[in-house]
């Protein structure tokens, strides 16, 4: 493992399933780094001051009830607004691959969606944290490019 990082998992909207941001929260605390679960029904304001409060590199975002089109770009912006443009932003649950070029375009560096081996979602924070790819970051890149 490369540098413990901070992360912030959060479930936003009215989203009520929580085990798979619960799946990723655990595999990336058995992976050696520190998570701040939010828990659910979390506002894009909500999230972004949590991801304020405790300094977080990271911030996982888990949706299954299809509002993420709009809360995963407005997250993205609420970051930036805030002067949080280091933040990296990744996301997860039913996200169809229609509907992924635009949170990549918003800021979103990566997408995990059900059966994503927990392996994978560790190697991209290992990944993620050598880059200059946080939300406000004009790099480009993201992940399985």
């Given at each position: 493992m490369?540098?413990?990082?901070r992360?912030?998992?959060?479930?936003?909207?009215?989203?009520?399933?929580?085990?798979?941001?619960?799946?990723?929260?655990?595999?990336?605390?058995?992976?050696?780094?520190?998570?701040?679960?939010?828990g659910?029904?979390?506002?894009?304001?909500?999230?972004?001051?949590?991801?304020?409060?405790?300094?977080?590199?990271?911030?996982?975002?888990?949706?299954?009830?299809g509002?993420?089109?709009?809360?995963?770009?407005?997250?993205?912006?609420?970051?930036?607004?805030?002067?949080?443009?280091?933040?990296?932003?990744?996301?997860?649950?039913?996200?169809?691959?229609?509907?992924?070029?635009p949170?990549?375009s918003?800021?979103?560096?990566?997408?995990?969606?059900?059966?994503?081996?927990?392996?994978?979602?560790?190697?991209?924070?290992?990944?993620?944290?050598?880059?200059?790819?946080?939300?406000?970051?004009?790099?480009?890149?993201?992940?399985?490019?």
């Amino acid at each position: 493992m490369g540098v413990r990082q901070r992360i912030v998992i959060a479930k936003p909207g009215l989203d009520g399933h929580d085990r798979g941001a619960k799946v990723v929260a655990r595999a990336l605390r058995d992976g050696g780094h520190e998570v701040i679960y939010t828990g659910l029904r979390r506002t894009p304001e909500q999230i972004v001051r949590t991801v304020m409060d405790e300094d977080a590199r990271f911030v996982g975002l888990s949706s299954l009830s299809g509002a993420h089109s709009h809360l995963f770009p407005k997250i993205c912006r609420l970051l930036k607004e805030s002067g949080l443009n280091d933040v990296v932003v990744f996301g997860g649950g039913i996200i169809p691959e229609s509907d992924r070029p635009p949170l990549y375009s918003a800021g979103v560096r990566a997408i995990f969606g059900p059966g994503t081996p927990s392996s994978e979602v560790l190697d991209f924070v290992e990944e993620a944290s050598t880059r200059d790819c946080g939300v406000g970051s004009d790099d480009g890149w993201f992940w399985g490019e």
